[in-house]
């Protein structure tokens, strides 16, 4: 087959020849094998037992590897990451290793974190363009550098695309299956998650349901800043015996250390009009179609096809739906972009922004999702009122929605139908 570069491509153009080592992490099937793979010379692949015994005895025969190296599923071998920063000690020069991995080790497990030495890359499901969805002509960018320019392109991707792609997943094996084999494997996904990759992580599920009712509740929350504590409640509605906080606080840091939680945390930026910022993150799966499933949802449901309407509950759950997947693409291409991606809502809810992009020198692009192929000035309430905050500081603001054409409000706020939005 032939391959589809994706953007962390872009990001190993740039740094690969420079640097000694990097590590891709992110997801189980969201391609970082196949990615890495296009540079190496040789793999090892420490999911087999014929290449992990060995180095399992003595981790440094991967040194005899011609090079680059990917290393597959380093994590079940977590010596060799202290043998490739030794390597890179020694010998700094770019495009050696790469490592690939689906987890994050156990504390203690390696002796150094690598810093200096072993860059890290974050790799997520395929966004709307690397999925071949619509022909960007936004980029975010050049968004990112300010000025405002006027914005312009066309697209006929609609709402109802929009939700297939939510249940079509990023993950690029899954691709290609019927709905009935898609909707199986992501289910079959997360009951290996549960059932084997967590304790493989160290954490004895004495209740594998329990687990599995915690994240159909985290899917509930998607888009969403509810405390862990509701979460935990609505995983247990009616029961008087609940599992212990420290047991749900377990869940979500294996979860994390899969990369199958991947929450936007709050927006941090100093100065008296921002001392009333709320702390606790926006959550999502590592994939909205991870959410769907969960969630039991389906395109008549999202819709409200098939002889039923779309009542305020499942246009809510749309709408946090479609903010997934728009949060997917932003935060792919922001990291490509050296930015970084964070979420504002103040203490008492007065004012938030769906998605805060900072730059490297603290400019600020503000981004609201809307899961509606219109806007009209209510929409941008809450983008005007941090322009007001910050000033010149906010390079500009866009409201990501469903419709079919890019342009600039006469107010300055952009509109750019997801399917516009590039790198």
Known sequence: MVYVRRTVDLELDDLFPHVAAIALDGPKAVGK??????????IVNLDRTAERVPLEADPELLLSRPRPLLIDEWQNVPEVWDVVRHAADRDPS????????????????????????????????MTLEERGVGEPAVSLTHLLEGGREQLHGQTDVGLSR??????????????????????????????????RDVPEQGLAVRRPDALMAWLRAYAAATSSTAGYSQILDAATPGQGDK??????????????????????????????????????????????????????LNEAKLLGTGGGSVGPEGRAVLGSMFESLATLCIRVAAQAAEADVGHLRTRDGDHEVDLVVTREDGAVLAIEVKAAGAVDDGDTKH?????????????????????TAAYRRPDGVGVVPLALIGV
């Open 94 to 125: 770019g495009s050696q290793f790469l490592l690939a991995g689906s987890a994050t080790p156990r504390a203690g497990a390696t002796a150094h974190s690598g810093a200096g030495r072993i860059g890290r890359l974050r790799m997520r499901p």
């Open 162 to 195: 929009y939700v297939e792609e939510i249940l079509a997943s990023g993950f690029p094996a899954l691709r290609s299956l019927s709905g009935r084999a898609r909707r199986f494997q992501l289910e079959s996904y997360l009951r290996n998650a549960v059932d």
């Open 243 to 296: 599992p212990a906080r420290s047991t749900a606080d377990g869940y979500r840091r294996v979860l994390e250390s899969l990369w199958l939680l991947d929450p936007v945390p709050a927006w941090e930026l100093g100065g008296s009009q921002f001392t009333r910022l709320g702390r606790s993150p926006k959550h999502h799966l590592a994939d909205p179609a991870l959410a769907a499933r969960l969630l039991g």
């Open 33 to 42: 094998t196949t990615t890495a793979a296009q540079r190496a010379a040789g």
């Open 383 to 403: 983008l005007q009122w941090l322009r007001k905050q910050m000033g010149q500081r906010l390079i500009d603001s866009i409201i990501v929605n469903t419709g």
